[in-house]
């Protein structure tokens, strides 16, 4: 699918409220307009000037982006490993060293105890 009709399908769902994942609204966002060194007005402008999806569509992409990009800086990525960071527990694991691996379990996250061990694999 050629770049330009990707946007413009991106563009359509985003005025029209059709991108329920958020992580897509950025994707398309950085793809379509960031890496072109464009921002959210220029969302604005392209759906109000080439589009005939009117100002209820511009309103409801600018706000759409406004959430979703809000959401994107606020969230906390120190929760990813790196590559290397599971090739070292992958190589530890079949060299027969037992690894304990932090992780976030949210159900023993809000009732913290401290009697809970973590298994080693």
């Known amino acids: 699918m050629a770049a ?3 946007k413009r399908l991106w563009l359509f769902d985003l005025a029209h409220g059709n991108i329920k994942d958020s992580m897509k609204v ?3 966002f950085i793809k379509h307009y960031a890496l072109q060194g464009r921002g959210t007005a220029d969302v604005v402008q392209d759906i109000v000037f080439r589009t005939n999806y009117g100002a209820d569509g511009a309103r409801m992409a600018k706000r759409t982006l406004e959430i979703e990009l809000e ?3 606020d969230r ?3 929760e990813t490993r790196t590559i290397t960071e599971i090739k070292q527990i992958v190589a530890s694991v079949r060299a027969g060293f037992d690894v304990q691996i932090a992780y976030a379990d949210p159900d023993e996250d809000d009732a913290f105890d401290p009697m809970v061990t973590r298994a080693c694999y």
């Open 4 to 6: 330009t009709e990707e």
């Open 26 to 28: 950025v994707q398309g």
């Open 71 to 73: 959401w994107f800086a």
């Open 76 to 78: 906390n990525f120190e």
